[in-house]
């Protein structure tokens, strides 16, 4: 099926079959007729009801195969096992893609098992398309395509604009419209995508991507699986120049039990799914408010070829609202930057006092249409702000034609981008503002949730896809066999040997470690299983020894039997450097604050792998112990270089067909020129 055919079909049908549609509207199942009639659907529109002979006053068909036509796109209201015999239907006569509402796969235990079996051998085919299950179904609201039984399609005057939606909550669609069209905003069209079994997120906003009227894409997503159509969609709607911001579910520790590394913890779901969507140029907000409130800003505002620092002016007609807004933004590290010493001048010589504070506070001056317009010029062009954002106090619900009309009369002026916080709850002027096209907040949180991720979006910076590793387990590698794996890195001397044999002739300097060596002792300080500082052959039988009185005593069943000794050395500083393989969006490079207090320190950055020099520089600049690292209040400078070309050799293990998990903890940053030395490593592969 041609990828065109499908993506009309979806979005821009111009027939429409609705199996097992009820009678009546009120109803789940007889809402889709009832709303495309109300929205006006110039296209044909097909009733199936086998029990009646008409529906809501419309003729009924008694099967798909009874219609005089082939439908673009069918919309199915059966219960599960009925909506897979219309499935069938639909692909025996040729029905280019259909929706399906009900549930009763995934969540439905041994029978929904059996519905899901059937519905993927379907799609498996090839010759429909599905979207859902437990989708409730799609609008596209410049063509009158309310084909969904959402109840809040029943509101009229649906906000007609640029906004695209995709959710995989259903329910949300509706409160994301409801709370648009209150506050001014307009939507091209909103998609429930359901279970995915099919069309995701990613391919039902790629259909959309060609369509002029969707100028602007918001993602309600509660997972990241199918992450490749994801980060394929985020690639074509930058090139289109259609900005994608998202809302994410889950900022927990949900995947702190998944691996025996400290780096299973850092890398966590959520924090995997920032990675991502920052990597695909996607903003990502923390607010659901944010979420609906941030799109003309990110259209003004265009993502960043690299990372830009933020810097914010602030103007106020409000000192408290000011203050509200400028607390939250510099709690996101949004630096609010002061007017420099040519832009104050410039004020001054245009009547305005300038005062001395960080942020220009008009006071009830500002509530003059020409002081307002003059200041928030004069910010646009100063070259020391990257955004300007304008506060507005009461005079925004009293008297929004001096307070609010400036910034719209200036919205296609050229000059730095702005965004409007209007302080008091003053709908009209939201509404004005957000018609007009001006960015506008109504909450500090909000508004500095979206103006911190507008500013940290960046084009996309995606490594090449590398094909995943189903994860079931695996084994880890011991200590020795990991740095076998690790050729490639810096790795301070060792030897290993039986802990019962003779001590062997160090083939390098005391002082010394002594280490349990035994793959299912990962984590060997807790079981007492390393000793430190051994400065002779005697004291390293001693510790040898003490290190199998511990293993015993707090692992009841254990035994030590193989022990590695490694030389000692002294550096800079630690750091963890780690490569996982997420299930949802594949493998991911950590570098973070090393040692044992690694997951307490949380000194983390991530970035997709692979990474290339450049990349890993950059990961390193991130790292509050970088500070130290480089050489802060007189201490020795490390050898940064070094560290990133180790981190660059990690991440290439993504290509190994494999290793699953990698991690390097503590790797020891040696002084410049020096390079570095790992001194612990665990390594987790497929068998």
């Known amino acids: 099926m041609a990828a065109q055919s499908w993506q009309k079909a979806l979005l821009r049908p111009d027939t429409v079959a609705l199996v097992g549609v009820s009678d009546d509207p009120a109803k789940t199942s007889g809402r889709p007729l009832k709303f495309l009639r109300a929205a006006g659907f110039s296209g044909e529109i097909y009733a199936i009801n086998p029990n009646r002979d008409t529906v809501q006053g419309e003729k009924a068909f008694g099967s798909l195969s009874d219609l005089p036509a082939v439908p673009d796109h069918a919309f199915i209201l059966t219960g599960a096992e009925r909506a897979l015999d219309a499935l069938e239907e639909c692909e025996a006569i040729g029905v280019p893609v259909a929706t399906v509402l009900a549930t009763g796969f995934a969540e439905a235990g041994a029978a929904g098992e059996r519905?899901?079996?059937?519905l993927h051998a379907l799609i498996g085919r090839g010759g429909l398309r599905v979207l859902g299950p437990s989708s409730i179904g799609l609008a596209n609201l410049h063509h009158g395509l309310n084909l969904t039984a959402n109840a809040a399609f029943a509101e009229s005057d649906l906000p007609k604009g640029g906004l695209f939606v995709a959710s995989h909550?259903?329910?949300?669609?509706?409160?994301?419209?409801?709370?648009?069209?209150?506050?001014?905003?307009?939507?091209?069209?909103?998609?429930?995508?359901?279970?995915?079994a099919d069309l995701s997120i990613g391919d039902v906003c790629e259909a959309a991507i060609g369509d002029p009227d969707a100028t602007g894409f918001l993602l309600f997503l509660e997972h990241m699986q199918h992450s490749d159509r994801l980060r394929r969609f985020a690639e074509r709607a930058a090139e289109h120049g259609k900005p994608v911001a998202a809302f994410k579910l889950g900022r927990s520790e949900?995947?702190?039990?998944?691996a025996q590394s400290h780096t299973g913890t850092l890398a966590g779901a959520d924090e995997?799914?920032?990675v991502f969507l920052n990597a695909c140029g996607i903003a990502r907000v923390n607010s659901f408010e944010g979420l609906l409130e941030i799109t003309p800003l990110l259209q003004c505002l265009p993502a960043a070829t690299k990372r830009?620092?933020?810097?914010?002016?602030?103007?106020?007609?409000t000192g408290g609202g000011a203050a509200m807004a400028v607390d939250g933004l510099a709690g996101r590290g949004v630096e609010i930057v002061p007017a420099s010493a040519q832009t104050r001048t410039r004020l001054a010589d245009a009547g305005i006092e300038p005062g001395e504070n960080r942020i220009l506070d008009l006071t009830l001056a500002g509530t003059r249409y020409d002081v307002m317009r003059s200041a928030v010029e004069i910010f646009r062009q100063a070259p020391e702000f990257d955004l300007v954002l304008i506060c507005v106090g009461s005079s925004a619900r009293f008297n929004p034609d001096l307070a609010v009309q400036p910034a719209i009369d200036l919205i296609s002026e050229n000059g730095h981008p702005f965004a409007v916080f209007v302080v008091p709850d003053a709908p009209g002027a939201m509404r004005r503002l957000a018609s007009a096209g001006v960015p506008v907040f109504e909450h500090p949180e909000t508004c500095a949730d979206a103006v911190s991720a507008a500013l940290a979006r960046r084009e996309p910076a995606l490594p090449p896809t590398l094909a995943n590793i189903a994860d079931h387990g695996g084994r880890t590698l011991d200590e020795a066999e990991a740095y076998d794996r690790l050729s490639m890195v810096p790795v301070a001397p060792w030897v290993a040997f039986d802990a019962d044999a003779p001590l062997p002739e160090l083939p390098f300097e005391y002082p010394v470690v002594a280490k349990v060596l035994d793959a299912a002792i990962p984590h060997k300080s807790d079981a007492g299983g390393v000793i430190v500082g051994i400065d002779g052959p005697d004291a390293l039988a001693d510790a040898i020894d003490q290190i199998g009185s511990n293993i015993s005593g707090r692992l009841p069943g254990a035994s030590l039997k193989r022990v590695l000794v490694q030389q000692?050395?002294?550096?800079v500083g630690e750091v963890l450097i780690g490569m996982r393989r997420d299930p949802q969006v594949g493998p991911v490079i950590v570098?973070?604050?090393?040692?044992?207090?690694?997951?307490?320190?949380r000194d983390t950055v991530m970035r997709l792998a692979p990474v290339d020099f450049d990349g890993a520089m950059g990961m390193i600049a991130s790292l509050k112990i970088t500070q130290i690292l480089a050489g802060a209040r007189g201490r020795q400078e490390g050898d940064l270089?070094?560290?990133?070309?180790?981190v660059v050799e990690v991440s290439n293990l993504a290509a190994c067909d494999d290793i699953v998990e990698a991690e390097i903890n503590p790797m020891l940053v040696l002084p410049k020129g020096d390079g570095v030395a790992a001194v612990d490593a665990l390594i987790r592969v497929t068998a």
């Open 115 to 118: 519905n899901l079996e059937r």
């Open 169 to 196: 909550s259903g329910s949300l669609i509706g409160a994301l419209m409801s709370r648009g069209k209150r506050k001014g905003l307009g939507f091209s069209g909103l998609v429930s995508v359901g279970g995915e």
């Open 254 to 258: 949900e995947a702190a039990e998944l």
């Open 272 to 274: 995997v799914a920032d």
């Open 308 to 317: 830009r620092r933020g810097r914010v002016g602030v103007i106020t007609t």
């Open 568 to 571: 000692m050395r002294k550096g």
């Open 591 to 601: 570098l973070a604050a090393g040692g044992v207090f690694t997951e307490i320190y």
């Open 641 to 646: 270089e070094a560290l990133a070309h180790a």
